[in-house]
């Protein structure tokens, strides 16, 4: 599942998320899994094709870069990466020092994607582009995005970039069967429109939908309960048996199911996490193959039906 997305920079549309890459908060690292448990899942994944990495200068404070730039060194293929920038700064030249900054973490001369993290709060839209613009001029990125942007957002981004002779290539935001907003808030059509690509994050929903956590357990990890608070636990069940039947019928995993009801859309890539080889491998089962019409159509129901009750209809 090969694409040109960027313009010059072909990707695996299924790629690799890296936010558990050092991070203790949310994800544990080093409490149940380490470095070399991440080594395994690069590893696991090069070997899937699985090449395309998404990282960030907050993820583990730098720590995830820097494990991904180590391993990049080492690998046997290219390995495409993109990283973020965290608009805390208040200048447009700020973002080219950051990006200096993840060079030398990731131990590379270019990224092939740099992406503004959220919409900036303190400064104005408009000098982050310029800036990015400016990184891509001077051969430190291939091609530049931005992440939790709105549709009017991208749409500023895109024609502040365009502008300057550069194309605004991705909008990296959260995306999975438990979270449909950018179906009904004009991001993935005004990703359609302009031919940017819809990056996938959470796609499952932070784990809940590898099928390992049920909504009716008492136990749960503190990252899950953004769903489960919010989610009719009934509807979540019925999603969840739905992935595990459909997967069944493919003898594929829930998570698989999950994933591959993503890809089903050509302007979306998807990053999932991988924290150890066999996530890795499991993720990598997404691809090379196709629900049918009639399973992905009940998958949409039985996620539509959860959002009704969400909002009390």
């Known amino acids: 599942m090969q694409r040109e997305i960027w313009g010059r920079v072909a990707i695996p549309r299924l790629g690799v998320g890296t936010w558990a890459w050092g991070d203790r908060h949310i994800w544990g690292y080093d409490r149940g899994y380490g470095r070399g448990d991440v080594e395994e899942a690069f590893r696991a994944s090069v070997s899937a094709?699985?090449?395309f990495f998404d990282t960030a200068e907050v993820y583990g404070w730098g720590t995830s870069e820097r494990i991904l730039g180590e391993l990049a060194e080492q690998a046997s293929e290219p390995i495409r990466i993109a990283t973020k920038y965290a608009p805390f700064r208040l200048t447009g030249r700020s973002l080219l020092r950051a990006l200096?900054?993840?060079l030398s973490r990731l131990r590379a001369t270019s990224v092939d994607l740099y992406q503004i993290h959220f919409p900036p709060?303190?400064?104005r839209l408009e000098p982050l582009m310029e800036a990015l613009a400016e990184a891509v001029h001077q051969g430190k990125a291939q091609t530049v995005g931005v992440s939790n942007f709105s549709a009017d957002q991208m749409k500023r981004a895109f024609e502040a970039l365009d502008r300057r002779?550069?194309?605004?290539?991705s909008n990296q935001v959260e995306y999975s069967l438990l979270h449909r907003a950018p179906e009904t808030d004009g991001v993935l059509r005004t990703c359609r429109e302009l031919g940017v690509t819809l990056i996938a994050y959470s796609p499952l929903a932070m784990g809940l939908l590898g099928g390992k956590y049920r909504p009716d357990e008492r136990q749960h990890p503190r990252r899950l309960g953004r769903y489960l608070h919010v989610w009719d636990a009934v509807a979540l069940?019925?999603?969840l048996r739905l992935l595990e039947g459909i997967g069944q019928a493919?003898?594929?995993?829930?998570s698989q199911v999950a994933l591959?009801?993503?890809l089903r859309r050509p302007e979306v890539a998807v990053i999932p996490g991988a924290k150890n080889s066999r996530q890795a491998s499991?993720?990598?089962g997404a691809i090379g193959w196709e629900m049918t019409k009639e399973e992905a159509e009940a998958l949409d129901r039985a996620a539509a039906v959860g959002e009704h009750r969400l909002l009390g209809e």
Do not use: C, M, Q, Y
């Not at 002779?165 to 290539?169: H, K, P, S, T």
């Not at 493919?250 to 829930?254: C, D, G, L, V």
């Open 49 to 51: 094709g699985l090449t």
């Open 100 to 102: 200096d900054g993840s």
């Open 121 to 123: 709060f303190f400064t």
């Open 165 to 169: 002779g550069v194309r605004l290539a």
């Open 237 to 239: 069940v019925d999603v």
């Open 250 to 254: 493919h003898a594929k995993a829930p």
């Open 260 to 262: 591959n009801w993503l």
């Open 282 to 284: 499991e993720n990598a």
